[in-house]
């Protein structure tokens, strides 16, 4: 076990794995790969229940300010360095981490544990006090944003940390503590607080994740990505998360920090860049993603900084993916026997066929629009729409029944509920690992990103037509084709393994059983609410109609006992069948 340092804190000392609902997937990973024998930097976390007690109060657990000097503690002991003091100041990273992967929802505060005298004492280490004063600058531009809820977006690098610090105080937010103890302090209580957010509340939602489990909070010591031009931050997949190809997929910022990655602010390089300028850290990184992969028998989604030649890791979570590959990856994780049938369909769900089999653009329609943008594809599909730039305004034109593409400079979890809303989704800076690529793709969403500034503004309110797979955005509503899943093996082969599995059979219209009572539920009153189902099927042996379109339809067909139903396409409905079947199934294992 973890060791404990109290009752709400635990480091993170590469023994035997603490339960993922106890210390959030953040640090549960960093509990693996440091039993791995991975380098994984020093850490302890504050637990979920820890998280749970605030929420139900508004008030830090009695214990958790002593155990957060315990733990502080025993980050200096493992790293040789102080907390708020020289001549080796011990800077931390304050992440949250839920048990289920929230990408982006939530805050992170980096640096913490810079005040004057402590950049002071890192320049004269590092012997680079651009570096350190870049540092500050950071620090105090997230703890002002996530703590004190300042709206400033950035701090002018140039003007100094007496400028910074009135800019922020002028926002009316109050001041950044010079006191470390206090920065870390109010620093979990607002990762706490994130929890409750608008971004992250309408994240779990849509995702059916539940509101009651809370965060937890590791504090891990820093590793510059931002030191020396041998340093850097990057996100590898273990393999493509847009086509599922076996091949390590990724991005590199050379003097980065993390952050600069994940919020589209900066367009990194491609991994190939790595191999380029370090090859023996590409390696070395590589070889870490089989491992994980390997061990967790899924494809990795890998956090990584380098500091001064040497690499870390600072995360590993399964991928986030792109529907065609998330469909390619489970049939082949089964060819590699990495996987049963059963975990392929679960790693598959009906949201993300119907994704795959949505309309795309009709052959030779390219080549003959106008295209109004190019940026990088971060998520395929074709989404049609009016463009909009306010997330807001996303939101209440799908709630008037229009269809949108939100366009952004770039997004941020502030803009979650546009993006649910919207067609498709486009953004001028950032790359594949930014947070509209990772959120397009666990929604499905057609996306692309770095498309430039000019696109910002130059649309109008007219419609276009995105192409997250080419990459393009193209002048007006082209002519689009429907796929047919017949034609996909990998769609084929997940049906072949589902349909045994399924409560009830599920036809084509032309396979549909001569002589059966099947109920035609579009021309039955009330027949598009699932909730009616069980009283408008009695007397039949299927159903068909527009309401067994949606999981929420198939779980009513479960309810109401039918022994098939009729709908194009069938996959999708196998897998909600499949799914609801195992939700049920779990719901009703007794708790030992």
Not at 203 to 220: D, F, L, M, N, P
Not at 280 to 306: G, K, N, P, S
Not at 476 to 493: I, K, N, S, T
Not at 544 to 570: C, H, M, N, Q, T
Request: proline share 6%; charged share 25%.
């Amino acid at each position: 076990m973890a060791r404990a340092l109290g009752p709400h804190t635990l480091f993170i000392d590469g023994g035997d794995l603490p339960p993922r609902g106890l210390i959030g997937g953040k640090a549960w990973s960093l509990a693996r790969m440091s039993a791995m024998g991975l380098a994984v930097p020093p850490a302890f976390v504050v637990t979920t229940e820890a998280c749970r007690a605030f929420l139900a109060d508004g008030n830090l657990p009695r214990s958790l300010i002593g155990e957060l000097a315990a733990g502080i503690a025993v980050l200096e002991t493992a790293t040789g360095r102080i907390f708020g003091r020289g001549p080796r100041p011990l800077l931390v990273s304050v992440r949250s981490g839920a048990a289920i992967s929230m990408p982006g929802m939530m805050d992170t505060v980096l640096n913490l544990g810079l005040n004057d005298a402590t950049e002071a004492a890192l320049a004269a280490e590092s012997g680079d006090a651009g570096f350190a004063r870049d540092s500050h600058r950071r620090f105090l531009e997230m703890f002002a944003r996530i703590v004190l809820k300042a709206t400033l977006v950035e701090l002018e690098p140039a003007a100094g940390v007496t400028a910074w610090r009135a800019k922020i105080k002028e926002q009316g937010a109050g001041d950044v503590p010079n006191d470390p103890e206090a920065q870390l302090v109010a620093t979990v209580r607002a990762v706490f607080e994130s929890w409750n957010s608008r971004r992250a509340k309408r994240y779990r939602e849509h995702h059916g994740i539940a509101h009651e489990s809370g965060t937890a909070v590791t504090v891990q010591a820093m590793i510059f990505g931002n030191l020396s031009d041998d340093s850097g931050t990057g996100v590898l997949f273990s393999r493509n998360p847009l086509t599922g190809d076996p091949v390590p997929y990724g991005e590199y910022l050379a003097r980065a920090q993390g952050e600069d990655v994940v919020s589209g602010t900066r367009t990194p390089e491609p991994l190939s860049a790595l191999a380029k300028k370090h090859p023996a850290i590409h390696d070395e990184l590589l070889r870490a993603a089989r491992l994980l992969e390997d061990a967790e028998r899924d494809v990795q989604d890998i956090e990584f900084t380098v500091e001064r030649g040497k690499l870390y890791l600072l995360q590993s979570r399964a991928a986030k993916r792109a529907p065609e590959a998330a469909v390619a990856l489970a049939v082949e994780f089964v060819r590699e026997g990495r996987i049963d049938e059963v975990t392929a369909l679960g790693r598959v769900n009906a949201d993300q066929v119907r994704s795959i089999l949505r309309p795309r653009l009709r052959q030779g329609e390219a080549a003959r629009a106008t295209v109004l943008a190019r940026g990088e594809g971060a998520c395929p599909g074709v989404g049609v729409g009016a463009v909009v730039n306010d997330a807001d305004a996303a939101e209440a034109a799908a709630r008037e029944g229009r269809a949108v593409v939100l366009v952004r400079p770039t997004t941020s979890p502030e803009d979650v509920h546009g993006m649910i809303a919207a067609k498709a989704i486009v953004t001028a800076e950032g790359g594949a690992t930014c947070h509209a690529a990772v959120v397009s793709r666990a929604l499905g969403l057609p996306c692309v990103v770095g498309c430039g500034p000019a696109v910002l503004g130059a649309f109008g309110d007219r419609t276009v037509t995105v192409d997250g797979g080419a990459g393009c955005v193209y002048d007006g509503a082209l002519a689009v084709v429907e796929p047919e899943e017949r034609d996909d093996p990998a769609l084929m082969q997940l049906a072949a393994w589902a349909a045994p599995r399924a409560p009830f059979k599920v036809y084509e219209p032309s396979q549909a059983p001569a002589g059966a009572k099947i109920a035609d539920l579009d021309h039955l009153p009330r027949g598009e609410e699932p909730e009616m189902m069980s009283r408008l099927v009695i007397g039949h042996d299927g159903a068909k109609g527009r309401a067994l379109a949606s999981d929420a339809g198939i779980a009513a067909a479960i309810r109401a006992g039918l022994e098939f139903i009729v709908i194009s396409p069938v996959l999708p409905a196998l897998l909600a069948a499949c799914a609801a079947v195992s939700e049920r199934a779990s719901a009703e294992e007794p708790v030992s």
